[in-house]
């Protein structure tokens, strides 16, 4: 497990989309597409901006690249929660993705029938074959949640590598994400953090005691891929040095 501490957000941004940019660029070498979970959440939004900006617009193999969501909030993909919504504003309108290059959850089906709808979808692209991403974008909440495996809730116990609905107290609402299992699969996985209010969070996932129950972000260990963590300082303070 990797960790690049940066001084400033911005140099955290980019990066994070330098390494973009190389997994795509590996991942298009090897087999011809890049398959990419975008995260959702306050925190990506500058860097899809940043991704979608003249700087990184040429360095990405952006007609071989297929976006999924690792999470979703249960809402309409017109309200300002939804993470299809942020990103396509964000990232995908901006670079005239082709829609088909595009999984969206239907979050106009019930919850389950969302999550069970999307595996579908996952199991087809990867046809048959075991669901590899090329990467998976993941941020931190302060209360130490990744995609939307939040504190104590059930799906932290999952064992099958899907994407499942799951009511989430805190919330107050069903989210849809990824499982761990899932996102262990992937190549690469990548975590963007920044700010002072994340410092706790970050210490407890990768400094404290094992205790996934609490710290969700624990369970992300991919099997035999990498994971890098993207930080300002402010979000390392924390961090034994
Ligand atoms: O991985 C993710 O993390 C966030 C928490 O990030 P934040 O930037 O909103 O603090 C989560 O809520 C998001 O949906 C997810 O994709």
Redesign the pocket.
Known sequence: MAQHVFASVEEVLHGLADFFVAQATRAVAARGRFSVA???????KKLYELLASPAYRQRVPWAQTYFF?????NVPATDAQS?YLLAKTALLAPLNIATDHVFAVNTLLPPSAAAAAYTQSIRAFFEGEEAQFDLV??????NA?????FPRTAVLSAITADMQAVFVPEVDGY?L?FTAPLINQARAVA???FGAD?AAAVRRVLAGERNPEEYP?QLIAPAAGEAAWFLDEAAAAELPR
Not at 38 to 44: D, I, T
Not at 145 to 149: E, P
């Open positions: 975008l995260s959702g959440g306050s925190s990506p969501f690792g999470d979703e909030r993470n974008l993941l941020g931190l909440g302060d949640h990744t995609a939307s495996l989210r994400t975590f963007l953090v994340k972000a």
